[in-house]
């Protein structure tokens, strides 16, 4: 027998787990059945980590990658390109390559349903994919209307460019660059809990720099629907230091929260019925878990997917395991980091059950770095532990930690270089 000619029993196997749609899948997923077949969904952050994860640490587990897009843009480093420090999405585009070279199949369509009885997903384009193992990872939607008027219509007026495959940061760069010097830039930033809570206060940081050096009689204000937020006190003092009043901060008790958008006029509403009127309007919208993990009841009736913290597998649905962004894991934040750290938890444990393996105790990890201008980072770092049931997350004693009040030019430096470190590794880490 050779691997690619299953034998009779595995074939077998393989229709009853199944049914017949099983024979429509890759040859190449079925040739490396041999432990079983871990099927992903979504090829982002916490997917792509999942999909190397696996192929590293059980050979002998079919992956496969099921992610219509033939590249994935971060998000992460993204911002830079406002700055102008970026001229276009280069550093932030990596293709699918090298991680398809590790043994990864890809089928490069949307996920279109899940049948957790026949355990398979059928795609957008018909196909039928058993596993035996499924992990979910495929990020956020936006709630279109949950800021009145903000729907995929007025998006294009004012860009959310918070979720690179729906709209590009490049949307927000090119008003930015049109804007008139002595213009408003309006950034409305949403509650808890939203994908990168500190990344609307790094945007703002960004558009600072590019409009200080550009066009320094403008305006950067943030209205918000918290009253505060990640790493405020440091992002607050190198606003004052960097860009002067150029940046305001306008919280929640102070009635930033936007309730509606006008984009004929240009305008946002905040809640007790005062109107600021924008040159550019960059919208951060309340979020929800991608939809394919809500119409699959990963859900149930809320925005985000319950999970047991211990191992990420779903709290609804049988041998599925969801990660990255579309999950509910508090107190840790929705970032790349999270992401990249839990889908090695959930490769882990998926690998094991299906090799029987050993499954060692869980930790995970996050460091959200953030460019505040040139030469200019800080951090927030934090260490987690599941408890012993599995219904929530702890921070570690001890563990984690901010970036200094007061530190010298050379820290900060410091910290803008390991953001940069971090970058390459993580994404080296899933597409090199
Ligand atoms: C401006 C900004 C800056 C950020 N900066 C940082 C940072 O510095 N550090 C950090 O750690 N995090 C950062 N983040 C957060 C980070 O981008 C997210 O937390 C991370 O992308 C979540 O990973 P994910 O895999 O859940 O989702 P994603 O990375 O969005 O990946 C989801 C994938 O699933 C695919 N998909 C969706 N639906 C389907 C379907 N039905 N079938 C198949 N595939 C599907 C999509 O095409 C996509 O490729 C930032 C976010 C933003 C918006």
Request: glycine share 10%; hydrophobic share 40%.
């Amino acid at each position: 027998m050779t691997a690619k000619t299953p034998t009779v029993s595995r074939r077998r196997a393989l229709i009853g787990a199944a049914g017949l749609a099983v024979l429509g899948a890759p040859a190449i997923a079925r040739a490396q059945a041999t432990a079983g077949r871990l099927v992903i969904v979504g090829g982002g952050f916490a997917g792509a980590t999942a999909a190397r994860a696996s192929r590293e640490r059980f050979p002998n587990v079919a992956v496969t990658l099921i992610e219509p897009e033939s590249s994935f843009v971060t998000c992460p480093y993204g911002n830079l390109v406002l700055a102008g420090r970026d001229a276009d999405l280069s550093r932030v585009t990596h293709r699918y390559d090298k991680l398809l070279a590790r043994g990864v199949t890809k089928i490069s369509q949307n996920a279109a349903s899940i049948d957790p009885v026949a355990k398979t997903v059928r795609t957008a384009g018909g196909q039928t994919v058993p596993y035996d193992k499924l992990i979910v990872a495929p990020g956020i939607d936006i709630k279109w209307n949950a800021i009145k008027g903000y729907d995929e219509a007025a998006s294009r007026v004012m860009p959310h460019a918070w979720k690179p495959s729906l709209q590009p940061v490049t949307a927000l760069s090119e008003r930015l660059k049109a804007m008139p010097d002595g213009g408003v830039f309006i950034l409305s930033a949403p509650a808890n809990p939203f994908r990168c809570p500190p990344g609307p206060y790094e945007r703002a940081s960004m558009v600072a720099e590019y409009l200080k050096a550009n066009k320094p009689r403008s305006k950067v204000l943030i209205l918000d629907a918290k009253d505060g937020f990640s790493k405020q006190p440091l992002f607050l003092a190198a606003w004052k230091q960097l860009y002067g009043d150029m940046v305001e901060w306008v919280g929640s008790d102070k009635e930033g929260r936007v309730v509606a958008v006008d984009p004929a006029a240009m305008t946002v509403e905040t809640e007790f019925g005062k109107k600021h009127k924008g040159d550019v309007i960059n919208i951060v919208p309340p979020q929800q878990a991608a939809r394919i993990a809500r119409e699959s009841g990963l859900t149930g009736t809320g925005d985000w997917a319950a999970i047991d913290t211990r191992t990420f597998e779903s709290k609804a649905v049988r041998d599925v395991f969801v990660i990255g962004d579309a999950n509910a894991a508090p107190p840790m934040p929705k970032s790349g980091f999270v992401a990249n750290s839990t889908a090695i938890r959930a490769a882990t444990v998926a690998g094991a059950q299906m090799t029987g393996a050993a499954i060692p105790k869980a930790i995970y990890f996050n460091t959200c770095y953030s460019h505040v201008g040139k030469d200019y980072g800080i951090s927030v770092a934090g260490v987690y532990r599941p408890n012993e049931d599995g219904s929530k997350i702890d921070e570690a004693p001890n563990s984690g930690g901010i970036s200094a009040r007061e530190a010298t030019p050379d820290i900060r430096a410091g910290e803008a270089t390991y953001a940069d470190g971090w970058y390459q590794s993580i994404t080296n880490y899933m597409f090199g």
